[in-house]
């Protein structure tokens, strides 16, 4: 069974940087599509952002696009998210997830994602 682990979450200023980290262990990590997920206090979890198996293709929500890069190492088992330009509504709890499957497409809905990190916190003042 997979083990995700996210590191890197704090609290930063609005136009500021963050990058996060997702460390995989105990399981197949390169040939599974990766992603993160946010949960805002009091709102459900929401997409932000998918990386293909081959890191070659990456997909991002519109309320992220242009500020926020995926990215992973896989002879690492890593898998990064480099914000930038965050705003007080990028706020949550950041979860990575690794799909059910395969090979599958970073465009796959966030039911195909059945391991879970426990969470990193990012904080963005105003």
């Known amino acids: 069974q997979v083990q995700l682990v996210e590191s890197g979450g704090g609290l930063v200023q609005a136009g500021g940087s963050l990058r996060l980290s997702c460390a995989a262990s105990?399981?197949?990590?390169?040939?599974?599509?990766m992603a993160w997920f946010r949960q805002a206090p009091g709102k459900d979890r929401t997409f932000v952002a998918a990386?293909?198996?081959?890191?070659?293709?990456?997909y991002y929500s519109d309320s992220v696009q242009g500020r926020f890069t995926i990215s992973r190492v896989n002879a690492n088992n890593t898998m990064y998210l480099q914000m930038s330009s965050l705003k007080p509504e990028d706020t949550a709890v950041y979860y990575c997830a690794k799909q059910r499957r395969p090979f599958g497409s970073d465009r796959l809905g966030p039911h195909e994602y059945t391991s879970w990190g426990q969470g990193t916190q990012v904080t963005v003042s105003s």
């Open positions: 990386v293909s198996w081959s890191g070659h293709t990456a």
């Open positions: 105990g399981g197949t990590f390169s040939t599974y599509t």
